[in-house]
């Protein structure tokens, strides 16, 4: 392994180097930026589609890009494969002292636990006055909105801010979800009556407001509010991609359609994978 290793650090330098691609050469840790996210992405994507193969080849692209920064930092003298390689084993040794020191943990909610009590000491160690920062820390701004609002609902909930995990709980949440419906729909109403820049920004925060309770809702029932959107969202596409092949197959399109035709393709899509429910527009 270790050889296959020293091979593709070789391959990046060569390609970084000179006579090497005119592409690679000209990257930045900015212009690289996008890259990286569209490849962790796409990681994503093989791993629910349960495809190992492609998922071997997408790892090694998220892979490429961890040493296509290394390589990028090695020649500015900021730091090398190397850097990355120790400071991750450092950091790996340092946050799991259950298993490589003397302590001990009852299970994984403890050692979640744990794991934020040693970054908030490290924290406090790095800042030279003991101040370890706030609990929301680490959590990108760059994350889309909806797993940023996820993370820092957590994040909080580490530190005791969060609803009772129990039935009066539970009630609290779906009440919350309630009044925040009835603001957006007292901003909307405010809006149709008189549309001006500061209504439709009200109507747009109370929008926000709502969507972080609906994630504050898939939290206390355990789900993860970006897969649930994600496995809703291909959902759709697979149910409307089979009512575009349907409409075809009748030797017309969508757009000649009337909503209750396409509502009727919709539910026809929808037995085809054995779902139920209502129409289209209801129950996407």
């Given at each position: 392994?270790?050889?296959?290793f020293?091979?593709?650090i070789?391959?990046?330098?060569?390609?970084?180097g000179?006579?090497?691609?005119?592409?690679?050469?000209?990257?930045?840790?900015?212009?690289?930026?996008?890259?990286?996210?569209?490849?962790?992405?796409?990681?994503?994507?093989?791993?629910?589609?349960?495809?190992?193969?492609?998922?071997?080849?997408?790892?090694?692209?998220?892979?490429?890009?961890v040493?296509?920064?290394?390589?990028?930092?090695?020649?500015?003298?900021?730091?090398?494969?190397?850097?990355?390689?120790?400071?991750?084993?450092?950091?790996?040794?340092?946050?799991?002292?259950h298993?490589?020191?003397?302590?001990?943990?009852?299970?994984?909610?403890?050692?979640?636990?744990?794991?934020?009590?040693?970054k908030r000491?490290?924290?406090?160690?790095?800042?030279?006055?003991?101040?370890?920062?706030?609990?929301?820390?680490?959590?990108?701004?760059?994350?889309?909105a909806?797993?940023?609002?996820?993370?820092?609902?957590?994040?909080?909930?580490?530190?005791?801010?969060d609803?009772?995990?129990?039935?009066?709980?539970?009630?609290?949440?779906i009440?919350k979800?309630?009044?925040?419906?009835?603001?957006?729909?007292?901003?909307?109403?405010?809006?149709?009556?008189?549309?001006?820049?500061?209504?439709?920004q009200?109507?747009?925060?109370?929008?926000?407001?709502?969507?972080?309770?609906?994630?504050?809702?898939?939290?206390?029932?355990?789900?993860?509010?970006?897969?649930?959107?994600?496995?809703?969202?291909?959902?759709?596409?697979?149910?409307f991609?089979?009512?575009?092949?349907?409409?075809?197959?009748?030797g017309?399109?969508?757009?000649?359609?009337?909503?209750?035709?396409?509502d009727?393709?919709w539910?026809?899509?929808?037995?085809a994978e054995?779902?139920t429910?209502?129409?289209?527009?209801?129950q996407?």
């Open positions: 392994m270790s050889e296959r020293d091979q593709i070789k391959i990046m330098a060569r390609l970084r000179e006579g090497g691609c005119p592409w690679d050469r000209k990257q930045t840790h900015e212009s690289l930026k996008p890259y990286l996210i569209e490849e962790a992405y796409e990681v994503l994507e093989t791993i629910e589609a349960q495809d190992d193969p492609k998922l071997k080849e997408e790892l090694g692209d998220v892979l490429l890009q040493l296509f920064h290394s390589e990028i930092g090695q020649e500015r003298g900021t730091f090398t494969i190397e850097d990355v390689l120790e400071t991750l084993a450092d950091k790996l040794i340092r946050r799991h002292p298993v490589f020191g003397e302590t001990t943990v009852s299970d994984a909610n403890d050692v979640v636990h744990r794991w934020e009590e040693i000491q490290e924290k406090a160690d790095r800042s030279g006055n003991g101040d370890a920062g706030s609990a929301l820390d680490g959590v990108p701004k760059a994350l889309p909806l797993l940023r609002a996820y993370q820092l609902q957590v994040r909080a909930a580490r530190v005791g801010f609803w009772p995990r129990d039935e009066a709980g539970y009630a609290q949440v009440a979800v309630h009044e925040e419906l009835h603001e957006v729909e007292e901003a909307r109403a405010d809006t149709a009556h008189q549309e001006t820049a500061a209504t439709r009200h109507l747009q925060e109370e929008v926000g407001d709502l969507l972080f309770t609906l994630v504050n809702l898939a939290r206390v029932v355990t789900v993860n509010p970006e897969e649930a959107l994600r496995g809703s969202a291909n959902r759709f596409a697979e149910r991609t089979h009512m575009e092949q349907s409409a075809k197959a009748r017309r399109t969508l757009a000649d359609m009337t909503l209750t035709e396409m009727g393709l539910d026809q899509a929808k037995a054995g779902a429910g209502d129409g289209i527009v209801v996407p």
